[in-house]
């Protein structure tokens, strides 16, 4: 199984930006989908998170400007932000929990994208 996101990039701060993380390979249901950020000198942190049934969670920080979305027949999850602050500048990853054909459950990681907010 392989996550691969993209859709980072530079924007101007009020900006937004739409991040899309696709998971391939021999899966047989992903469970919760989510992505991380982490900011130079911080630690990584939860953005936000989904259920196969939609539901969401968010961190503090970033709830009313970025919605996370899911669309279980393509196995991508993606990162709508919006509004997007100086303090949003970080490498965000998608992470999934998977079960795949061997039915073991297992965190997979996408590869990170950057995400660069200009004041």
């Known amino acids: 199984v392989q996550l691969q996101a993209s859709g980072g990039g530079l924007v101007q701060a009020g900006g937004s930006l739409r991040l899309s993380c696709a998971a391939s390979?021999?899966?047989?249901?992903?469970?919760?989908m989510g992505w991380y950020r982490q900011a130079p000198g911080k630690q990584r942190e939860l953005v936000g998170s989904?259920?196969?049934?939609?539901?969401?969670t968010y961190v503090d920080s970033v709830k009313g400007r970025f919605t996370i979305a899911r669309d279980n027949a393509k196995n991508t999850v993606y990162l709508q932000m919006d509004c997007l602050r100086p303090e949003d500048a970080a490498i965000y990853f998608c992470?999934?929990?998977?079960?795949?054909?061997?039915?073991?459950?297992?965190?997979?990681w996408g590869q990170g994208t950057q995400v660069t907010v200009s004041s």
């Open positions: 992470v999934m929990n998977v079960v795949p054909l061997t039915f073991i459950p297992q965190e997979y």
């Open positions: 390979g021999r899966i047989f249901r992903i469970n919760v």
């Open positions: 989904i259920t196969p049934s939609g539901g969401s």
